[in-house]
């Protein structure tokens, strides 16, 4: 059986959790169920807890999710196009870049990439999610021509692509100014782009990351100047590496600043470092990774701390895996993602997924802990709620060993870490 909450945790309600807290923990997620705005120090007292502290900003976290989003669990049916590895800015914590004469290194065909987009729709897709390398000598007009042929075939599909590294890389090659260049994308056919490339907003931290990545004031502007266009994104947020808590709570809190001024984020994603094939870890430049208590402490503390400006988060089932996504859908998190179809990048860093989730494999693994999936779109409008099951659901057996050993060397969070 497929299991993602230690059972003694699952029976425990959010007000019993509470009253067993440290007065400081209690009283600043008592604030939260309040509906005030937490700050840094709060923030900071939250995303160290341990113990019967966690239980509770879990189930409180939990609680916030239940209010704002109810028991629906969403997930999108889309397609990854990664249309090439080759890049040049070396981050080092990526393990997908490749040279241009590196042999597995690869540029995807327009046409292949059409035909990528027809299957999808085909299989159901709403949704491509485009995203790339970035070789030495790519047209800086690129990215739309890419968009406008997708387009042409496919007029319905969402379009959801290009970072906002990607971004800042087409306005250096076109020499367009961001807003035009922007504008063309979206004339192009952009519906939406992936709030990637954020990693930690923190000069220091990026500089030990990717000095050769964006700052952080080009990050904000790309994401600013998209949303006043129009133009919706995520957001992320990557952990386990080189950063320390009070990072991740800067992070979230500038994410609500620009949330509160331009209320264009879908969601929140937090997306676990994957370290193993990773220059970053194997130079002893980064921990191995997050754990499963950065896990769920990540995934509630966006709840709580984004509370009342992004209503979704998106667990990343290539980086956790499905236990530890079920997991963290049952603290304070109410989105799986998308079905993916193919996805390179995590895989390259040494993820154990990341291939493809149907979704009846998605609508199985929601009902293993009482809630309900719905098909959404990419901007979350819900397409179908499916009340009962169907005969495509199943839970995704071919991982059922890497579940069943996931859930085994779990900590116990009824005993704290």
């Not at 993602?4 to 945790?9: F, G, K, L, S, T």
């Not at 990854?80 to 997908?96: D, M, Y």
């Not at 042999?103 to 027809?118: E, M």
């Not at 890389?169 to 035009?180: A, I």
């Amino acid at each position: 059986m497929l299991k993602a909450m230690n059972p003694e945790w699952k029976e425990i309600p959010w007000e019993r959790a509470l009253t067993a807290a440290s007065p400081n923990v209690a009283n600043t997620l008592g604030k939260a169920l309040a509906g005030t705005d937490l700050g840094l120090e709060e923030g900071v007292t939250l995303a160290r807890v341990e113990g019967n502290d966690l239980l509770a900003l879990v189930k409180v976290a939990d609680e916030l999710r239940r209010r704002v989003v109810g028991d629906i669990i969403t997930y999108v049916v889309n397609r990854n196009l990664n249309f090439t590895n080759v890049c040049i800015v070396g981050c080092a914590f990526c393990g997908f870049s490749r040279g241009p004469d590196s042999p597995d290194a690869y540029f995807h065909s327009t046409d292949s990439l059409i035909a990528k987009s027809v299957e999808a729709v085909e299989r159901g897709a709403t949704e491509v999610c485009i995203q790339g390398g970035l070789p030495r000598d790519l047209n800086g007009y690129y990215y739309a021509e890419l968009l406008r042929a997708i387009k042409a075939r496919l007029p319905e599909i969402h379009a959801h692509a290009y970072s906002p590294m990607e971004i800042t890389y087409g306005v250096e090659k076109s020499r367009l100014p961001l807003r035009e260049y922007l504008l063309m994308l979206k004339e192009a056919g952009l519906n939406s782009i992936p709030g990637t490339a954020a990693e930690i907003l923190d000069d220091d931290v990026r500089r030990s990351l990717s000095p050769n990545k964006l700052k952080v004031r080009q990050w904000i502007e790309v994401i600013r100047t998209a949303h006043s266009l129009g133009i919706p994104s995520t957001s992320t947020m990557m952990y386990g590496h080189t950063e320390l808590p009070e990072h991740w709570v800067r992070h979230l809190l500038l994410l609500r600043q620009i949330q509160k001024e331009t209320g264009r984020f879908t969601e929140f994603v937090p997306l676990g470092f994957i370290h193993s094939k990773t220059r970053l870890f194997q130079s002893g430049g980064a921990r191995a990774g997050r754990t499963f208590r950065e896990d769920l402490i990540v995934h509630a503390l966006a709840r709580v701390l984004l509370h009342g400006y992004i209503p979704n988060i998106q667990v990343s089932w290539v980086k956790l895996g499905f236990e530890g996504s079920l997991a963290c859908l049952e603290a304070g998190a109410n989105d799986f993602g998308g079905t993916l179809m193919e996805e390179s990048i995590s895989k390259a860093a040494g993820a154990n997924f990341g291939e493809y989730v149907s979704p009846g494999e998605f609508r199985a693994m929601i009902r293993t802990i009482s809630r309900k999936p719905a098909e959404r779109t990419t901007t979350y409008k819900i397409r179908n709620v499916f009340d009962h099951p169907d005969s495509e659901e199943r839970l995704p057996l071919e991982q059922m060993p890497m579940l069943a050993a996931t859930a085994s060397h779990a900590p116990s969070m009824a005993t704290g870490y």
